[in-house]
């Protein structure tokens, strides 16, 4: 696969009457009945919301935070319940959003995490659909409240996991609490096979001198219980020292390891606005069922020309990329009495404004002034 990376163009609908050098519009123009669609300038739709709940985790990765934690944001400046169902009803009914996924910090800690599922899932796309409802987590008390969150009509599971070593995972994340994480996947994978969860994806970083030597286990893990494993080159979103790009251990790196141990096939399914690329796996030994494995090389194979996501923030931010640091107070307004035309206007704003790459590899980049906990996944 070619690591050329083609970004888009600008858009027609960026200019003006003024001709083509003129001063693009601060939003692109609302539909006819109203509503508008997250374009940019680049000609971008945002189908896809990430609503972090909370910047609170009960772990302490050490590629994410410090051992101590973070500064929590005081509860009065994260979004109430009504806050944040109001704002994931304007992006469905009046922006176009047909998929919402719930991130944190670690979704799981909010314990109205059901009800605003539910809530999600009662509302309908401009297609007359519920959006679908996803859940990324660190899976720390999924169990028990699997059933719940799937009866209020969550679609799809998300579960991180880096390492299934336990020594390993103790020092990864600074807690002792990979047996919960497991419990959590077999739940999940459960789930799945009798038909009431969609495909379980397990996300992995890779870092290195850490855990590269957890590829194949990883994989051979996840491929025995049909979940679908996920690597992730690691991204400059948490503390500056833990991250070097010189050092990464990157996509082709990944994919070599798997070599020795997997046939790997491309799957030929065009990947659209997907972050990860797929193959399809088969143990060389035969002793695995054949399975999927992705690999979600932000880093080294942007995916930013086909980027399909805007994010809400905890504390109810619009941002436009995940690796940017420009964003929008939809907060600031709720409070101050705005309608929902004009929380849906300043957000399709912000979403106009996205630059047609992250820059990760260019010279003058800057990490964003959030830390990835802050920001959601």
């Not at 669609?37 to 609170?56: H, I, K, P």
């Not at 719930?102 to 519920?130: M, Y």
């Not at 399909?308 to 931010?317: E, K, P, Q, W, Y």
């Amino acid at each position: 696969m070619s690591d050329r990376v083609f970004l888009p163009t600008p858009s027609p609908r960026g200019s003006t009457r003024g001709g083509a050098d003129a001063t693009p519009p601060d939003l692109p123009p609302a539909l006819s009945d109203g509503r508008r669609d997250l374009l940019d300038r680049y000609g971008r739709q945002a189908r896809d919301l990430r609503v972090s709940l909370t910047d609170r985790c009960n772990l302490r990765c050490t590629y994410c935070m410090p051992a101590e934690g973070l500064e929590w944001m005081p509860t009065a400046q994260t979004l109430s319940d009504d806050e944040t169902i109001r704002l994931i009803r304007i992006a469905v009914t009046h922006l176009g959003i047909r998929q919402v996924r719930f991130t944190g910090g670690e979704p799981l800690l909010r314990k109205s995490l059901e009800k605003i599922i539910a809530a999600t899932t009662q509302l309908r796309t401009d297609e007359k659909l519920a959006p679908a409802t996803a859940l990324t987590t660190n899976g720390l008390g999924l169990p028990r409240r699997l059933d719940g969150l799937i009866e209020a009509g969550l679609d799809r599971v998300n579960i991180s996991l880096d390492t299934i070593d336990p020594e390993l995972y103790a020092r990864l994340t600074r807690r002792d609490r990979l047996g919960d994480v497991f419990a959590a996947i077999e739940a999940a994978t459960a789930a799945h096979r009798e038909g009431r969860l969609g495909t379980v994806k397990v996300n992995a970083v890779v870092m290195p001198g850490v855990n590269e030597e957890d590829i194949v286990p990883l994989a051979r893990y996840c491929l025995e219980r049909g979940a679908q494993l996920r690597f992730i080159e690691q991204m400059p979103l948490g503390p500056r020292e833990e991250w070097e790009r010189s050092r990464m251990v990157t996509a082709e790196d990944i994919l070599t390891r798997l070599g020795e141990e997997f046939e790997l096939t491309p799957v030929q399914k065009p990947r659209g606005s997907a972050p990860a690329a797929l193959w399809t796996a088969q143990a060389r030994d035969g002793l695995i069922q054949v399975g999927r494995i992705g690999v979600i090389a932000s880093v080294t194979r942007p995916f930013c020309g086909n980027c399909d996501r805007t994010r809400l923030t905890a504390d109810g931010a619009v941002r436009n990329c995940l690796f940017g640091n420009s964003e929008t107070s939809l907060r600031d307004l709720l409070r101050s009495g705005a309608s929902d035309a004009e929380l849906a206007a300043a957000w399709a704003g912000e979403m106009w404004k996205k630059l047609p790459g992250h820059g990760v590899d260019d010279e003058g980049f800057l990490q964003p002034d959030r830390p990835m906990s802050a920001i959601g996944g």
